[in-house]
């Protein structure tokens, strides 16, 4: 009370007064600490910490374990359980097993016989041992030599076949190979030099800029075929992740682009769109025309678009989940409480999963009947109960921006339910953006606004399941008119 006195005594200000001001300025300054803390938690989290997000409650929830058994077989179950004696509960552990070399992989035999083999001996067998080598990669060249002909004055010489890159030295096999070391093994263009200097083949790494420049040219019209085929599907997610863009090769500092990703969960297909921003303008631009459900985190630059006529807006549950996983810290009795009921939903997820798994089909009608008997009042329950916490917390709160998240995009949230086709989550976009963001680590940044357009065209296209390709392939052919020759390089 001394601070009160002090202050009393010297301004002979009334005692109410006095105390309200310094409780308004300590919870102030409480709040701020507490922000503080959650912030520094988090950097010692990202920098130091595990990056799973994942809770495991200390009960097993028992009515989500028989969620699709009928109660007699619950209790048959755990009598089974129970009657099995402890020691045969254990499983046996099985000594390692060295995994086959496949099949397909060449064979070179190396027949040893012993020595000083007596004549008249039986052979009755033959033991081997594989054992894998390796070979360098080799280059070598393709020579089309056509022979000149005179015939009654005049010069006959066979056409040239059809060649990929025919003013260039660059081959298919070699075009195909810098491209996938660069985007799916994440090997910058300068190591790719190295590697090849290595085997013996002198480059720079301009040279090998310019042949990827011409790979991604060629393949731009497939690009725009896979393009037409993800916007012709009725459910699409879609996110966007950044990428340092270098300017006119200054010495300033690379600005910030985008690539905007859309993705077919239906058909695993998905399109890299690179945008100079994060304006809403550009997905808003790409999806014009797009009329089905769309599925994204909660980026209000997607609002509008979903608020259009003939749209259906899904969120993603994992967001949501990962804002309540982020304030255990700061209020475990209520975060517990938000990830468990989160925790059955997904195993209703999980429940479908295997079921369909045990039948060898996708059954999206029975999926969604699932949903509504099972998900859809966790959901109502979950609702309510925010709408009754999010009043007692601080708005500012890691808890109270958890609420406020999930109420903003609740309709959404729970729009999976409306069909069986739909995810309760966009982590199969986030997986697909997983390449592109490890291969940035490595090549740092795009050397222009054309290289990340280009980068943009070889995640999509290499991003895309053999499947889904060869459907690609076959409409190229047909949409664009391209000869199907054994000559042509695909």
């Not at 099995?84 to 060295?98: D, E, F, L, S």
């Not at 070391?181 to 910058?188: E, R």
């Amino acid at each position: 009370m001394w601070y009160f006195r002090a202050v009393l005594d010297q301004q002979h200000i009334d005692t109410e007064e006095v105390v309200l001001v310094p409780l308004a300025e300590l919870r102030k300054r409480d709040h701020r600490i507490a922000q503080l803390s959650f912030e520094l938690e988090q950097l010692r989290r990202l920098v130091f910490g595990a990056k799973s997000e994942r809770n495991v409650p200390a009960v097993v929830i028992p009515e989500q374990q028989v969620l699709f058994a009928t109660e007699q077989d619950a209790v048959t179950q755990e009598q089974e359980l129970v009657n099995v004696p402890a020691h045969t509960r254990v499983k046996n552990k099985k000594k390692p097993v060295r995994t086959a070399i496949p099949a397909h992989i060449p064979r070179i035999d190396h027949v040893i016989e012993p020595e000083n083999l007596p004549d008249g001996a039986t052979r009755i067998g033959e033991e081997i041992t594989e054992q894998l080598h390796y070979s360098p990669a080799v280059f070598s060249v393709d020579r089309y030599i056509r022979p000149k002909y005179i015939v009654d004055g005049q010069v006959l010489i066979a056409p040239m076949p059809s060649l990929a890159f025919p003013k260039s030295d660059l081959g298919p096999t070699l075009a195909a190979q810098i491209c996938v070391s660069k985007f799916c093994d994440h090997l910058p263009l300068y190591r790719q030099v190295q590697i090849y200097k290595r085997a013996g083949l002198n480059t720079s790494d301009s040279t090998l800029g310019d042949r990827f420049a011409a790979t991604a040219t060629l393949l731009h019209p497939l690009g725009q075929v896979l393009r037409n085929t993800v916007l012709a599907e009725k459910y699409l997610q879609a996110d966007e992740s950044p990428i340092p863009v270098q300017y006119n090769h200054k010495k300033e500092a690379p600005r910030k682009g985008f690539q905007w990703v859309y993705y077919a969960p239906l058909i695993k297909t998905v399109l890299f769109d690179y945008q100079r921003g994060r304006s809403a303008e550009f997905p808003k631009d790409m999806l014009k025309e797009y009329q089905g459900a769309l599925q994204t985190d909660g980026y209000a630059g997607y609002e509008k678009i979903v608020a259009r006529d003939g749209m259906l807006g899904l969120a993603c549950m994992a967001h949501a989940r990962r804002k309540f996983e982020k304030a255990l810290d700061n209020d475990k009795v209520r975060s517990e409480y938000a990830l468990g009921k989160i925790r059955e939903l997904y195993q209703i997820e999980r429940n479908c999963a295997d079921r369909f798994s045990e039948t060898g089909k996708a059954d999206h009608e029975l999926r969604h009947r699932y949903r509504r008997l099972y998900a859809c009042p966790i959901l109502l329950e979950l609702e309510q109960w925010i709408k009754q916490e999010i009043i007692l917390v601080a708005p500012k709160s890691p808890i109270g921006a958890a609420f406020a998240y999930a109420l903003h995009l609740w309709p959404r949230l729970c729009a999976y339910t409306k069909d069986g086709l739909y995810q309760i989550d966009n982590n199969a976009i986030e997986n697909t953006i997983r390449p592109f963001a490890i291969g940035r680590k490595n090549y740092l940044f795009a050397g222009s606004d054309k290289g990340a357009q280009h980068a943009a065209l070889l995640y999509s296209l290499l991003g895309t399941p053999p499947i889904a390709g060869q459907a690609l392939q076959t409409t190229r052919h047909r949409t664009i008119g391209i000869p199907h020759r054994r000559d042509h390089a695909h």
